[in-house]
């Protein structure tokens, strides 16, 4: 990871520690980790993208806003954060239906959304966490009828696919 990365990384891990946010029985810090090692594994290595895989959450879950990431992260990572970021709504779904449309008017914020859906599908897997599995799996069927574009991120879809299936 480079200094602007693990800069990223320390900020986004520290304003989710003020929270007492964790990621299971794990510090937050694992979710955002495993997001960066997907981007990784499929080749994703730009900085912008990394740093913003690091504070995908940050706007969602702490008291920080789209203004101040600007200020320390500059206007492109905290645009790619604000993609990803949930739209208010009565619930989960209407939280995700209003946000889909903003995550797949840019092809980095899909990337990096499908990253984190990888990452979530493989971390409940492990921790065997059948409601959080239950849940993706409802999700799944608007999430790529949302944001899949044929013939971009074929591997990654697969993947999540794959997850999908119980493979």
């Not at 990384?9 to 960066?36: C, I, K, N």
Request: hydrophobic share 40%.
């Amino acid at each position: 990871m480079n200094a602007k990365v693990l800069a990223a990384r320390s900020y986004a891990d520290g304003a989710h520690s003020q929270t007492g946010f964790s990621y299971g029985d794990r510090p937050y810090v694992a979710h955002l980790d495993e997001v960066m090692g997907v981007l990784v594994e499929f080749g994703f290595t730009d900085t912008v993208l990394l740093q913003a895989a690091a504070l995908h959450d940050i706007l969602e879950d702490t008291p920080v806003d789209k203004s101040t990431l600007m200020g320390v992260f500059g206007n492109e990572v905290a645009h790619l954060v604000w993609l990803v970021t949930d739209e208010p709504g009565q619930n989960r779904r209407e939280r995700k239906r209003k946000t889909y449309p903003k995550i797949a008017s840019d092809l980095r914020s899909v990337t990096l959304k499908l990253a984190d859906r990888i990452a979530n599908f493989r971390a409940t897997k492990v921790e065997g966490r059948e409601d959080l599995m239950g849940m993706y799996r409802r999700e799944y069927f608007l999430f790529r009828k949302s944001l899949y574009q044929q013939g971009y991120l074929e591997e990654m879809w697969a993947e999540l696919d794959r997850l999908h299936h119980g493979s």
